[in-house]
């Protein structure tokens, strides 16, 4: 069974700090992992993809990913009132072509 | 370079009608994809079309729904006889499709659909 679970929140920070949304995924021959931000009454748009094990860095955003653990992680750092939405763990199979599959979603609260 | 078009942005029909969504994927992009993204969740994949023949259509209501890419490019998504249930955001994307593991899709602006 190919799942992508995620804490479906809500995740409420402060102003200036970090968020941290986390992401675990069942099929261990995944290929390459992303995180879209979804605003709400919007569709989604993506903020980082990772491919290999270790931490990506783009801006204030960090993904990490650990393939042994089936773990994948997305820090914000100095966090925004506009970063509060909906963040989406999407997973690629890719052995077989192209599979995606998505989490539920983790929302997340900015507070001034 | 424009994104992925989708029209309508909205529809609002009464159960047991019809409706029919319409994409157009980024130029070049042969693969495209239909989610089906009910509120408070996760978009969830309907159907996935490499050119115009179908990858995979295993979550996708053949009892009703129904799914055409004719000439490769653009797409239409149709619901008949729509039910409640029916109610969400359909998302249209596309990606490359080539082989390589950095395959990205990109999301149009969706269609959200009201069944009443």
């Known amino acids: 069974q190919k799942e992508v679970e995620q804490n479906s929140g809500p995740l409420s920070v402060p102003e200036g700090a970090i968020a941290s949304l986390n992401c675990t995924y069942s099929?261990?021959?995944?290929?390459?992992f992303f995180w879209y931000r979804q605003y709400s009454g919007k569709s989604p748009e993506l903020i980082m993809s990772i491919y290999s094990n270790g931490d990506k860095e783009d801006g204030r955003f960090t993904a990490q990913l650990n393939k042994a653990s089936q773990y994948v992680s997305l820090l914000i750092r100095d966090s925004q009132p506009s970063d509060s939405a909906t963040y989406l763990c999407?997973?690629?199979?890719?052995?077989?072509?192209?599979?995606?599959?998505f989490g539920t979603g983790t929302s997340l609260t900015v507070i001034p | 370079e424009a994104g992925v078009a989708q029209s309508p942005r909205y529809k609002i029909i009464e159960k047991r009608q019809s409706v029919a969504f319409w994409c157009n994927p980024i130029s070049g992009h042969a693969t495209l994809y239909w989610y089906q993204q009910i509120l408070g969740q996760g978009p969830k994949l309907l159907i996935q079309f490499q050119n115009n023949g179908v990858v995979d259509d295993s979550q996708l209501p053949k009892d009703r729904f129904s799914a055409e890419r004719l000439k490769g490019v653009d797409s239409t998504l149709k619901i008949q006889p729509a039910k409640l249930e029916d109610s969400a955001v359909y998302l249209c994307a596309s990606s490359l499709g080539s082989v390589a593991r950095q395959e990205t899709q990109y999301f149009g602006p969706g269609t959200r659909l009201l069944v009443l």
């Open positions: 999407a997973v690629n199979l890719g052995y077989t072509g192209n599979q995606f599959y």
């Open positions: 099929d261990r021959g995944s290929q390459s």
